[in-house]
């Protein structure tokens, strides 16, 4: 690189910083805005004199397949929930697939069709090609507003994993057709090897995109002491994925046939087992700065993106106004095709059942916030300069063509589909709240205000507040707390299953994975007994979130949802049979697990009733849940006190170990307080810190 391309590279990351404060200011989509001051602002200054260095830095076709490309899918993948993804898995496939096939032949089809009656008649494959790739919607700025607006879980879910998965096969297709347009159509046998090609594509991207997850899930887990190293593994994992399952596919070949995968789906499946299956394999305090770390890569990689589809105005070599007539109707074509692929495929999915329907106000939005972005680019990109057709006769390249129909189609989507969403989702009512919602609204205010009200109690005793101004402030706080109280009064219901119990409980859920967490971060349980637990308290959620739970038996759920983990047991009967007994150990460990857990609960709400809190909750419903609790607690204590019976040595052997790893605990938190307060040099924290370390290894 160029000192002149670095210029580049981090001015244009000072304008995207720049304009992702304008953004916040104007309440405008920072992508849309990125593309916006690309396109108006840095490419007639790109052409002066001063800045001329800003075209130093261009948007090629590798960077942006193989750098831009494996972050942009890796963090989005990285934290899909593959239970929530399993619950909806049949309509996000329905939407990825089918949906998009849909798509692409509609589009082919009409935009053939209109483009004859105007002086750009095109071949069909010129304009497949085109389908093909502008099939694939890209999720950034509407999800963006998503989480601004608060949209629905559920609908950020289908968005996002139509998104992801519609990339990949979107591009599948993409190669798939490419080949075609280059060697020639021939008929029945070109049809079927193309179909054939998908599927290779699209099954090997799954199963590659398993293995590597697998392989470097163990090695991440190897690295549990250093997030680090972890981190590092993350990116040569997203990287390493996308570009092997790439060079396979270029260079492989079994009986005369090229293998072909797809790169794309590979690089997701391995982020998804990561971010469900490997997660637990990072230390819990390392868990939040990974994902950080994550959210700051592609943060950077869609700046970058965003900005440069701007800037490649500045470098085309031809006058986009010159396509203006085909470009509208290629806009038009494409919205009408979204609809047509969209609407059948969601009815179809909710009269089959089997999964939560999708509500109609969703449906409309699945149609209108599907966007066009980075990918669509890159696969323009991907087409070779010298590609053509037998019998082009117009002084444009039909990749120039194509690439004048993708630019117009994006910035279609971008500035009128981006910035109508919150408009669509206000008229839909899609934000609105759910019952629970309302209810859980009501209490979290009330919380606020009853915990504001103590600290301005306390602030005035120690004289940090004026007597006047906390008079005043408490009296504002006091109104808020008891018409926050009121409402949460009215809506809470009555009976064991009221929205009160349910949201009492989950507050409860939320509490006990808390506290499981830290068990499992100083190696008081396994990772299997943390996943364990950690997945039925998961199923738990999830029942009384939906009204269909049973306390008569909470005990019994396993977690089928996880298909990561189920694979990981069904690998591990099959290579390591013995490990996969239960031990006494391991039994005594999962019912300490739920005791101490149990107790954080009861100790949380002793706590709450001390300030006067169960009151917002409900007392009728505070007494059950805490009840429940007890008897939570009492049913683990039962088991546990029963394993020791059947294994009374090795429970006492194992009751030493955790009390002594307890003792440990509290010394590396007292040295790393004695050293955040500078009572001790880093030489002098270092030597302790191995030396517990050390410790803490032999008891392993």
Request: hydrophobic share 50%; proline share 3%; glycine share 6%.
């Amino acid at each position: 690189m160029s000192i002149t391309a670095a210029l580049a590279l981090f001015f244009l990351l000072a304008v995207s910083s720049g304009v992702y404060f304008l953004a916040e200011r104007l309440r405008f989509p920072y992508t849309v805005l990125l593309v916006a001051i690309g396109t108006f602002v840095l490419v007639p200054l790109s052409k002066t004199p001063l800045f001329d260095f800003v075209n130093d830095f261009t948007l090629t076709p590798e960077l942006l397949f193989y750098f831009f490309l494996p972050i942009l899918i890796f963090e989005s993948a990285y934290n899909i929930n593959i239970r929530r993804f399993m619950e909806n898995v049949r309509t996000i496939s329905a939407l990825a697939i089918p949906s998009l096939i849909i798509s692409a032949v509609f589009i082919a089809a009409v935009l053939t069709w209109a483009l004859s009656f105007t002086s750009f008649a095109m071949p069909f494959m010129v304009v497949l090609l085109f389908a093909a790739l502008i099939s694939a919607t890209d999720p950034v700025a509407v999800l963006a507003l998503f989480k601004e607006f608060g949209a629905p879980r559920r609908l950020t879910l289908l968005f996002e994993g139509e998104s992801i998965f519609n990339d990949g096969t979107a591009v599948a297709l993409f190669l798939v057709v490419l080949e075609i347009a280059l060697v020639g159509f021939h008929g029945v046998s070109s049809v079927l090897d193309g179909v054939a090609t998908f599927a290779m594509m699209v099954v090997g991207g799954i199963i590659m995109g398993i293995l590597m997850g697998g392989l470097f899930a163990k090695a991440i887990g190897w690295a549990h002491k250093n997030e680090f190293v972890q981190i590092t593994l993350m990116i040569v994992l997203a990287h390493l994925t996308f570009v092997l399952t790439e060079f396979i596919s270029s260079h492989l070949v079994l009986f005369g046939h090229s293998i072909h995968l797809s790169a794309i789906i590979a690089t997701t499946l391995a982020a998804m087992l990561m971010g469900n299956y490997g997660r637990s394999k990072i230390p819990p305090h390392a868990e939040e700065f990974i994902e950080k770390f994550w959210g700051q890569f592609a943060f950077l990689a869609n700046s970058l993106v965003f900005i440069l589809i701007g800037l490649i105005f500045a470098s085309l070599p031809f006058n986009i106004s010159e396509f203006a007539v085909p470009v509208i109707i290629a806009i038009l074509v494409v919205a009408v095709g979204r609809a047509v692929s969209i609407y059948p495929v969601v009815a179809l999915m909710n009269r089959v059942g089997g999964e939560e329907p999708t509500p109609t106000s969703w449906t409309h939005l699945l149609a209108w916030g599907s966007l066009r972005g980075a990918l669509a680019v890159t696969m323009v990109l991907l087409i070779p300069d010298s590609f053509t057709t037998p019998g082009w006769e117009y002084a444009f390249t039909p990749k120039e063509f194509i690439l004048a129909l993708t630019i117009g189609c994006i910035f279609a989507t971008l500035f009128i589909k981006a910035t109508t969403i919150k408009w669509f989702m206000d008229r839909l009512g899609v934000g609105a709240f759910t019952d629970i919602e309302k209810l859980e609204f009501e209490e979290a205010r009330a919380l606020i205000h009853a915990h504001a009200l103590l600290r301005l109690k306390d602030f005035t005793q120690k004289g940090y507040v004026d007597p006047v101004v906390a008079e005043a402030l408490i009296k504002e706080h006091e109104a808020r707390y008891l018409a926050a109280c009121e409402a949460c009064a009215a809506q809470g219901g009555r009976g064991t299953h009221s929205l009160a119990d349910r949201v009492l409980r989950m507050y409860a859920i939320g509490i006990e994975k808390q506290y499981l967490k830290e068990l499992y971060a100083y190696g008081e349980i396994t990772e299997r007994v943390y996943k364990r637990v950690l997945g039925k308290l998961a199923i738990q959620h999830e029942r009384i979130d939906m009204g269909t739970i049973d306390d008569s038996d909470l005990s019994a759920f396993t977690d089928q949802k996880d298909v990561f983990e189920q694979l990981a047991h069904f690998v591990y009967r099959i290579l390591s049979p013995r490990t996969q007994v239960v031990t006494s150990e391991e039994k005594y460990m999962y019912y300490r697990a739920q005791s101490i857990i149990a107790r954080k609960v009861l100790k949380e709400f002793t706590l709450a009733e001390e300030r006067g809190d169960e009151g917002i909750f409900g007392a009728e419903a505070f007494a059950r849940t805490k009840t429940l609790y007890e008897r939570f607690r009492k049913n683990s204590q039962a088991k546990m006190d029963a394993v020791t019976l059947e294994s009374e040595a090795g429970v006492m052997h194992l009751s030493g170990q955790l009390a002594r790893k307890g003792v440990l605990k509290i010394e590396s938190a007292t040295l790393d307080e004695l050293y955040r307060r500078e009572m001790i040099t880093p030489k002098i924290y270092i030597a302790i810190r191995d030396e517990l370390e050390d410790a803490a290894t032999d008891q392993g």
